[in-house]
């Protein structure tokens, strides 16, 4: 790694001063003049139809400005997800009936806060309550209560908008209540069970987490007289937010402009359109005065969606020796309300492990089902933590069973660096097996294992897209001379916790040898960017970098090529070094920028130097008017999704109190492959940050519902880890380079939550010699273990 | 029943006219535009809104702007000296104290209170920047997930 320069190097935060001084400007602090507020009223009911709705009270409260209901907006239809063969299924204001309690009934625009409270005590609404069904397995049940019908698209899908090669967009008619399927099959299932010597089949159940990102979920709309939309958002990549603000209120998506804006965490939560962000945009259009919307936090707990609750039904083969021959899947989403990214998800919770373990027989079936529940959707490593914490488990039973050694036995297991997947994905780096090795040593597995009363180690795995093929389906940068000889950078990419405009100058920075301050930084603003992938799926390093790099490399050869007309040197004499360009012959002709600039304004007609680069997530992948290639679908999981996968694993060494079944975690060991870390302090801090959160999965944190109704919708009764709770971690960079990421560099900003879930949980039960099937793993479900266990 | 309240915010008197059941927090974000200070739980649980009253760190979310009547009150706005940071400042930057920074305002006032209170809590060690080398690499754990339990 000492080649490079900046590249690799821990840097400071480029915006760090912004962010100590508070100066840090986040949507939630965004003040217009005239700005109205906006609030929302949400169903009470769980299901229930809706009988009539009586606004005119709200209306006339003095200081309203517009009152607004799901009969002014009508079949409006979103969806994180809107294709074909899954239409958007969700309308920003419930039409003609409430599916979950939480949903959004009304809205009022008001001059200020309190008025706009007032308001929405007065809308009268009339309820006819409606059985509700809120087990998943029981709303998959013949006879149970509908929760949608029949979902008829008005409009073209998404998918059609974006050009997926796919046919018209059909009405969707749910059959018990079952919103979307897939079926993922390689090898030969039944052949893979009878090769096997030993068989397994388990039930493991996850809930609900919130993402609990630190700022509240904000819109800041204001609709100009010129008919175009700046809005300012919490979000994780403008593409989509802007894609479906301009389809809901049908204006050009070149007319909305997502401002940059400062975003207090993600992980998922904030991805893709939600109601109160149209709500927001619509009140603001039909005012013509700026609006704005903070959800307080009992709304982001009740009426966004936290992550995917998962039933994983799972059925494990293998040889006495452990190597496994076959792998069944039957996984069932419980999507609550709305479909949301569950034909994602599903696809989701195969592929993100499929790097992992060399499984010659698959069969992956997934259902998503629709209950009367808060709806659910992406978070930090999308279904990857619900499947493998069911696998990881599952392995290290057979383990227990058969006297495997749980190292050995992930060894034998492993895919190789240069695999290809079934679905044509390939291995180019491939770290995991050092990640275990080094993870081992670290936390000393054979001094510990087996030889400690109360106290246990587990081992957990993952792996992670570093981008995928969904839209924009490709990022772009373009990098500006000034003619002061530094450069301005453009990025669409978000500031959310990511470090983004320190990564991005450094890898430009590295590419012109400049330092590091000649580059400023313009990120996430839509109008000024090229369009990008957003900071989800993980592309933001490897595509979007990639994108930064190339566009600086595009720079760097316009410069030279100037460069070497105007000296009459030959090119390949030219060195970029420090903000300079040196001829290697005669160092006294050097050149600086600020002197390129000039030079294209005075001698080359006034070229004012734009470099600009861009990457397709999956080069071989295309469609375009009836040509199509591998594009890659989501219910048959054929198809490449992605160039490159980031790899974790992780290793717990927990101590349980028998009496109280208290946890303590000792250490937690987190091996990362994510090929060369572009600054290693911020992967060091996206890595601990995820531990951090996995710590919380599985002791404390559960979205809980009881009869549709969210119980601990704050941050008192929904416990997160805190300074006490954190435990020493550390975090191995393993030696690993990725050909076709920029330096080598690839995912790393999802995957190690899902090791750290599965290494603790698995560690505890380790601790307890008894398997706990379900998190989280509170002190009370380990004594139940414990007590089941002695009896 | 409106009232009026004085008090000193970052050495600059204020004396305004305010609905009693206005928190501390809305005062300085609403009326004054410091927006530093952040709601991010609303019912004093996360430390996100955290600013100094007379010394004592407090979630100006569950703090009535009343109650501060006469009090000094320092927020994150106030802590730099024109355009030199403050130690605790130039510490979180320097030791990648923050991701998102959305709670990083509240996480240093409450640094800054601790350490008002107990200067050298490290034995022979050099006052703030070394204790606030190990608070950071408790806060760097949990600043993503913000929830900094002042205790």
């Known amino acids: 790694m000492s080649e490079f320069r900046y590249v690799t190097k821990g840097i400071n935060r480029t915006d760090g001063e912004l962010i100590v001084t508070g100066r840090a ?64 299924d969700q309308t920003p204001l419930a039409v003609d009936k409430v599916r979950f309690a939480g949903e959004e009934v009304a809205a009022v625009a008001a001059v200020n806060e ?165 709500i927001a945009a619509y009140f603001s259009r039909v005012t013509l005065r700026p609006v704005k ?42 999507v609550g309300a709305y479909r949301r990214s569950s034909p994602t998800a599903l696809y989701l919770a195969h592929f993100f492990r499929n790097p992992i373990y060399s499984i010659p027989s698959i069969k992956h079936e997934g259902y998503g089902v629709y209950t009367n529940k808060l709806y659910t959707s992406a978070k930090r490593g999308h279904s990857l933590s619900q499947m493998v914490f069911a696998v990881e488990a599952q392995l290290d039973m057979i383990c227990d069973e058969l006297g495997l050694d749980k190292v050995e036995m992930r060894f034998k297991n492993f895919r190789k660096k240069g695999d290809t997947l079934p679905n044509g994905d390939k291995l180019r780096s491939y770290g995991l097996p050092e990640c275990l090795k080094e993870a081992a040593e670290k936390i000393g597995w054979e001094e510990k294992y087996g030889k400690e009363k109360f106290r246990g180690l587990g081992i957990g795995t993952a792996s992670m897209f570093s981008g995928a093929h969904n839209f924009p389906f490709s ?85 030279l090529k100037h460069a070497a007309t105007g000296l009459d040197i030959p090119i390949e004499d030219l060195e970029m070094k420090g903000g300079w360009i040196i001829p290697g012959s005669d160092k006294s002709k050097r050149l600086s920028f600020s002197d390129m600039s000039r030079y294209g304004i005075q001698m080359a007609g006034g070229d004012p130097f734009i470099g600009k680069g861009y990457v397709k997530c999956v080069p071989e992948v295309h469609f375009w008017k009836g040509k199509y290639n591998k594009t890659a679908s989501l219910s048959s999981g054929k198809g490449r999704f992605t160039e490159a996968y980031g790899l974790t694993l992780a290793i717990a060494h927990v101590e349980v109190n028998p ?45 809980r519902i009881s009869n549709g109704i969210v119980m601990n919708p704050n941050l008192l009764d929904y416990r997160v880890p805190t300074a006490n709770d954190i435990p020493k971690i550390s975090s191995i960079i393993v030696d690993s380079y990725e050909p076709n990421g920029p330096f080598g560099a690839k995912e790393v900003g999802e995957s190690p939550r899902a090791a750290v879930i599965s290494a603790i949980s698995n560690a505890i039960c380790n601790a307890i010699g008894e398997r706990i099937y379900d998190l989280p793993m509170t002190s009370d479900r380990i004594k139940r273990a414990l007590r089941s266990k002695s009896t | 029943m409106k009232r009026s309240v004085l008090l000193v915010v970052n050495g600059d008197k204020h004396e305004m006219f305010i609905e009693p059941n206005l928190t501390l927090l809305g005062l300085l974000r609403e009326n004054l535009n410091l927006k530093g200070a952040k709601e991010a739980c609303g019912i004093g649980a996360c430390g996100a809104c955290t600013v100094i009253m007379d010394g004592k760190p407090v979630n100006a979310c569950i703090v009535l702007a009343v ?85």
């Open chain 1, 25 to 88: 400007m986040y949507a939630c602090d965004m003040e217009l003049p005239g700005m109205l507020v906006a609030k929302i009223l949400r169903s009470p009911y769980s299901h229930a139809r809706i009988k009539g709705i009586n606004t005119d009270k709200a209306k006339g409260l003095e200081g309203v400005k517009a009152v607004i209901s799901g009969a002014d907006i009508g079949y409006r239809r979103f969806s994180f997800i809107d294709t074909p063969a899954f239409p958007a």
């Open chain 1, 114 to 278: 309190e008025i706009a409270a007032k308001a929405l005590d007065l809308i009268e609404v009339e309820y006819e309550e409606l059985p509700s069904v809120f087990d998943p397995e029981e709303a998959m049940k013949e006879g149970a209560p509908a929760i949608h019908e029949i979902v008829k698209p008005n409009t073209t899908t998404a998918w059609e908008d974006f050009g997926v090669p796919s046919s018209k967009s059909r009405p969707y008619k749910t059959v018990n209540n079952i919103s979307n399927k897939n079926l993922i099959q390689y090898g030969n299932i039944e052949k893979g069970f009878e090769e096997a010597e030993y068989i397994r089949e388990d039930r493991f159940e996850i809930p609900s987490t919130s993402h609990v990102a630190m700022e509240p979920h904000v819109a800041v709309a204001s609709f100009q007289p010129t008919g175009k939309l700046d809005v300012w958002l919490t979000h994780m990549g403008y593409e989509h937010k802007r894609f479906w603000l301009a389809k809901l209120l049908d204006i050009p998506i070149s007319k909305v402009r997502v401002h940059k804006t400062y975003v207090g965490g993600a992980f998922g939560g904030k991805i893709s359109i939600f109601p109160f962000e149209f």
């Open chain 1, 293 to 334: 919307i903070i959800l307080p936090r009992e709304e982001v707990f009740a009426g966004c969606p936290p992550s995917r609750r998962m039933i994983v039904y799972l059925k494990t083969g293998v040889k006495k020796h452990g190597r496994i021959t076959a792998q069944q899947v039957k996984l069932i989403d419980d």
């Open chain 1, 475 to 559: 990022s772009a940068a373009m990098i500006r001379l000034n003619h002061d000889g530094r450069m301005i950078l453009y990025t669409g990419q978000t500031e959310f916790g990511i470090g983004v405009d320190t990564v991005m100058a450094q890898i430009a920075s590295e590419v012109l040898n400049c330092p590091l301050d000649y580059i400023v930084v313009n990120s996430g603003d839509s109008e000024v960017s090229p369009h990008d992938l957003g900071n989800w799926l993980s592309g933001g390093i490897f595509v979007s970098g990639e994108a930064v790099r190339r566009a600086a490399l595009d720079l760097r050869d316009q410069m």
């Open chain 1, 659 to 703: 009496e109280t079944g208290e946890v303590h975690i000792l250490e937690i060991v987190i091996a990362d492959d994510c090929g060369t870390p572009i600054n290693i302090k911020s992967v060091e801090g996206q890595i601990m940050s995820q531990a951090v959160m996995g710590i919380g999965d599985v002791l404390y944190e559960e979205v």
């Open chain 2, 67 to 151: 109650e501060a009547e006469g009090k000094e009150i320092e927020t994150i706005e106030g802590l730099a000296e024109g355009n030199d940071l403050h130690p605790l400042q130039r510490s979180f930057v320097d030791h990648h104290s923050f991701q998102c920074g959305f709670c990083t305002p509240g996480t240093i006032m409450t640094a800054k209170a601790f350490l008002n209170r107990n200067p050298k809590p490290s034995r022979g060690c050099q006052g703030n920047v070394n204790s606030h080398t190990l608070m950071t690499t408790i806060f760097q754990g949990v600043n993503k997930r913000g929830v900094a339990d002042h205790e």
